[in-house]
C-alpha cells in the first residue's frame, strides 16, 4: 500500500523579521499542523526568491536570516519537528526551475493575479527583474523538490499554487510518470485571516508599505502602531455611527479577540458583535476599541516576544539548527532531482540503456 503523503512545504522571504500578516496566514497554522505529528513540515527561508528585487542588496538578506529563524522558533516551530532550511543552499531548487520554465509560456506568467499585484506594489513598470518575473516557477519548483502536498498560504498565493499545479501537471503528462505531486492549499481557518490588511487600512499588510506589526514588537512600539491605526473617517464624533466593515481595528479584533479577552479586558460587551453593534450605531469611540485591541494584541504577542527573546542569546546554536536541518533538506530534494532527470532522458551518466545504445 502506498504511504500516504503528509509532507508540507512552506516558507518566508528574509527582507526583514515576520510581521502579524505571516502569523496569521501561514506561521500559526504551520504550528498547529507540527504539533499534530501527523505531517512532515519542511520550512524555508527563501534568499533566492528575496534576491529576485534585493540584488543590489544583498546584506539585507543576509542580517535577516537569523532574524526569521528567531521568529519561526519564537511562535512554536521546532527543529526536531519542523525543518527548517535555507532556499540557496539546496541545489535541487536552482536546477529545477531551468526545467520547469520550458513549460510555462511568459503569457501564462503575466496573466498570474499574484504577480501583477506584486509588480504594481513595488513600481516595477518596465524595470521587471527576470528573476522576479519567474517566481511562481522557483515557487513550483520549491514545493515539487520535496513532493509536498500541502502548502499552509494566505488567500493571496493561490494564484501561485494553481500555476504549480500547472507545471506538475506538464510536467507528468510530457514525460509520462507521476513523479511530481500536485500541491493543496491549506488556508486559515479565520476567514479574515486569509489577508490581513495593513495598520493603514491598506489591502495587505506589508514590510515594504510600512504598515506592519511585527512580531518582535517591544510593547510601547506595539501600543503606539495600534493607537495610530487608521479607523473610519466619518467617525468624527463619539456619537456619530460608524462602520465596521473594512475598518482595521475591527478587522483585527475578529482575526485576534475571543469571548475571554471581553470577560478579562472590556465585561461590559459579551462578544465582538456587541462590541460592533454599539459602534455602528454610534457612542463608542475609536480610542476606546483601541485601548481594547492593545489589551488582546500584547497579551497574544508577549509569550512571542519573549521566546525570541532567549533564542536570540546564542546566534551560533541558531546557524547549527539551520545547517543540520538544510543537510536533510538537501538530501530530500536531491533524491526528486534525479528522479526528474531520469524522467527527461538527461541523466546520461548513469542511464544503462543510453550506455548500452550509443556507447558500446
Same mark, same amino acid.
Given at each position: 500500500?502506498?504511504?500516504?503523503?503528509?509532507?508540507?512545504?512552506?516558507?518566508? %522571504?528574509?527582507?526583514?523579521?515576520?510581521?502579524?500578516?505571516?502569523?496569521? #496566514?501561514?506561521?500559526?497554522? %504551520?504550528?498547529?499542523?507540527?504539533?499534530?505529528?501527523?505531517?512532515?513540515?519542511?520550512?524555508? &527561508?527563501?534568499?533566492?526568491?528575496?534576491?529576485?528585487?534585493?540584488?543590489?542588496?544583498?546584506?539585507?538578506?543576509?542580517? *535577516?536570516?537569523?532574524?526569521?529563524?528567531?521568529?519561526?522558533?519564537?511562535?512554536?516551530?521546532?527543529?526536531?519537528?519542523?525543518?527548517?532550511?535555507?532556499?540557496?543552499?539546496?541545489?535541487?531548487?536552482?536546477?529545477?526551475?531551468?526545467?520547469?520554465?520550458?513549460?510555462?509560456?511568459?503569457?501564462?506568467?503575466?496573466? *498570474?493575479?499574484?504577480?501583477?499585484?506584486? &509588480?504594481?506594489? %513595488?513600481?516595477?513598470?518596465?524595470?521587471?527583474?527576470?528573476?522576479?518575473?519567474?517566481?511562481?516557477?522557483?515557487?513550483?519548483?520549491?514545493?515539487?523538490?520535496?513532493?509536498?502536498?500541502?502548502?499552509?498560504?494566505?488567500?493571496?498565493?493561490?494564484?501561485?499554487?494553481?500555476?504549480?499545479?500547472?507545471?506538475?501537471?506538464?510536467? +507528468?503528462? &510530457?514525460?509520462?510518470?507521476?513523479?511530481?505531486?500536485?500541491?493543496?492549499?491549506?488556508?486559515?481557518?479565520?476567514?479574515?485571516? *486569509?489577508?490581513?490588511? #495593513?495598520?493603514? #487600512?491598506?489591502?495587505?499588510?506589508?514590510?515594504?508599505?510600512? *504598515?506592519?506589526?511585527?512580531?518582535?514588537?517591544?510593547?510601547?512600539?506595539?501600543?503606539?502602531?495600534?493607537?495610530?491605526?487608521?479607523?473610519?473617517?466619518?467617525?468624527?464624533?463619539?456619537?456619530?455611527?460608524?462602520?465596521?466593515?473594512?475598518?482595521?481595528?475591527?478587522?483585527?479584533?475578529?482575526?485576534?479577540?475571543?469571548?475571554?479577552?471581553?470577560?478579562?479586558?472590556?465585561?461590559?460587551?459579551?462578544?465582538?458583535?456587541?462590541?460592533?453593534?454599539?459602534?455602528?450605531?454610534?457612542?463608542? #469611540?475609536?480610542?476606546?476599541?483601541?485601548?481594547?485591541? +492593545?489589551?488582546?494584541?500584547?497579551?497574544?504577542?508577549?509569550?512571542?516576544?519573549?521566546?525570541?527573546?532567549?533564542?536570540?542569546?546564542?546566534?551560533?546554536?541558531?546557524? +547549527?539548527?539551520?545547517?543540520?536541518?538544510?543537510?536533510?533538506? %538537501?538530501?530530500?530534494?536531491?533524491?526528486?532531482?534525479?528522479?526528474?532527470?531520469?524522467? &527527461?532522458?538527461?541523466?546520461?551518466?548513469?542511464?544503462?540503456?543510453?550506455?548500452?545504445?550509443?556507447?558500446?
Amino acid at each position: 500500500m502506498e504511504k500516504e503523503n503528509n509532507i508540507i512545504l512552506t516558507g518566508d %522571504r528574509p527582507t526583514g523579521a515576520l510581521h502579524l500578516g505571516h502569523y496569521v #496566514g501561514s506561521l500559526k497554522k %504551520r504550528v498547529q499542523l507540527q504539533n499534530t505529528g501527523k505531517y512532515d513540515a519542511f520550512v524555508m &527561508i527563501a534568499d533566492l526568491q528575496a534576491l529576485t528585487d534585493n540584488a543590489e542588496n544583498p546584506e539585507k538578506i543576509r542580517q *535577516n536570516i537569523l532574524e526569521v529563524t528567531l521568529d519561526y522558533l519564537a511562535v512554536g516551530l521546532e527543529p526536531d519537528k519542523t525543518n527548517l532550511f535555507v532556499q540557496s543552499h539546496i541545489p535541487a531548487l536552482t536546477e529545477l526551475p531551468m526545467y520547469y520554465s520550458n513549460l510555462v509560456t511568459m503569457s501564462r506568467l503575466e496573466r *498570474n493575479p499574484t504577480i501583477k499585484q506584486e &509588480i504594481k506594489m %513595488r513600481n516595477f513598470e518596465r524595470n521587471l527583474p527576470v528573476g522576479f518575473m519567474t517566481y511562481p516557477i522557483s515557487q513550483a519548483a520549491d514545493i515539487t523538490a520535496f513532493r509536498a502536498k500541502y502548502v499552509p498560504v494566505g488567500e493571496d498565493q493561490l494564484p501561485m499554487l494553481e500555476q504549480a499545479r500547472e507545471i506538475v501537471s506538464s510536467f +507528468n503528462r &510530457i514525460y509520462k510518470c507521476d513523479i511530481l505531486v500536485e500541491p493543496e492549499a491549506i488556508l486559515p481557518d479565520n476567514s479574515t485571516c *486569509n489577508r490581513l490588511v #495593513g495598520t493603514d #487600512g491598506g489591502t495587505k499588510m506589508s514590510k515594504s508599505l510600512g *504598515n506592519c506589526i511585527y512580531l518582535k514588537d517591544d510593547e510601547k512600539t506595539l501600543k503606539q502602531k495600534i493607537m495610530s491605526m487608521y479607523t473610519d473617517p466619518t467617525h468624527i464624533n463619539v456619537a456619530d455611527p460608524g462602520h465596521t466593515e473594512g475598518n482595521p481595528v475591527f478587522i483585527y479584533l475578529e482575526a485576534f479577540s475571543t469571548d475571554e479577552h471581553f470577560a478579562e479586558y472590556l465585561p461590559e460587551y459579551k462578544n465582538l458583535a456587541e462590541m460592533k453593534e454599539h459602534y455602528e450605531r454610534g457612542g463608542l #469611540g475609536d480610542m476606546k476599541c483601541k485601548k481594547f485591541l +492593545n489589551c488582546v494584541m500584547q497579551e497574544m504577542l508577549a509569550p512571542i516576544r519573549t521566546r525570541r527573546e532567549e533564542f536570540a542569546k546564542d546566534k551560533g546554536e541558531l546557524l +547549527n539548527i539551520l545547517k543540520k536541518s538544510t543537510e536533510k533538506a %538537501r538530501e530530500v530534494s536531491d533524491e526528486t532531482l534525479a528522479q526528474v532527470r531520469r524522467a &527527461i532522458g538527461i541523466d546520461y551518466f548513469n542511464d544503462a540503456e543510453f550506455i548500452e545504445k550509443f556507447v558500446k
